[in-house]
């Protein structure tokens, strides 16, 4: 069972912030950001990559609910979800990271240069 699983059955300990029948929104460990939540759905998802519509509907009224019971949302914030390798995901369970409660940078995001691509 990966590590969010654990979370969600109770096995590992976490700082909830939120939760209905379907996902959880809890503190971030290693915190990059004075409010820094992860939310999940409940149900095992490695990544973006395999995501339904229909867990993407409750994902994004979750979030939502979630930055107003924080007060974030008419200040701002950022949702972030890593994918892969390249995205730097470490946790293969679904995840969006909600960053707020400061002026978030926008920033360095790699030393390639960003016209090699296309
Ligand atoms: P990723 O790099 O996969 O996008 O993000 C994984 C996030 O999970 C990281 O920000 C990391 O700090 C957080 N994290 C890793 N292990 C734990 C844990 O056991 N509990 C909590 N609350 N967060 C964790
Ligand atoms: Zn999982």
């Given at each position: 069972m990966c590590l969010f699983c654990k979370i969600v059955?109770?096995?590992?300990?976490?700082?909830?912030?939120?939760?209905?029948?379907?996902?959880?929104?809890?503190h971030d460990i290693n915190p990059k950001a004075p409010v820094h939540i992860l939310a999940i759905p409940k149900l095992h998802v490695e990544s973006f990559n395999e995501v339904s519509p229909d867990v993407m509907s409750g994902m994004s009224a979750f979030i939502q609910e979630l930055t107003k019971?924080?007060?974030?949302?008419?200040?701002?914030?950022?949702?972030?979800?890593?994918?892969?390798?390249?995205?730097?995901?470490?946790?293969?369970?679904?995840?969006?990271?909600?960053?707020?409660?400061?002026?978030l940078k926008w920033d360095h995001f790699c030393d390639a240069d960003p016209k090699d691509f296309f």
């Amino acid at each position: 069972m990966c590590l969010f699983c654990k979370i969600v059955n109770n096995e590992i300990a976490a700082n909830i912030e939120l939760e209905n029948d379907d996902f959880i929104a809890f503190h971030d460990i290693n915190p990059k950001a004075p409010v820094h939540i992860l939310a999940i759905p409940k149900l095992h998802v490695e990544s973006f990559n395999e995501v339904s519509p229909d867990v993407m509907s409750g994902m994004s009224a979750f979030i939502q609910e979630l930055t107003k019971r924080l007060g974030i949302d008419k200040s701002g914030y950022r949702v972030i979800t890593n994918v892969g390798e390249n995205g730097g995901q470490e946790v293969k369970h679904l995840h969006w990271h909600i960053l707020g409660g400061s002026k978030l940078k926008w920033d360095h995001f790699c030393d390639a240069d960003p016209k090699d691509f296309f």
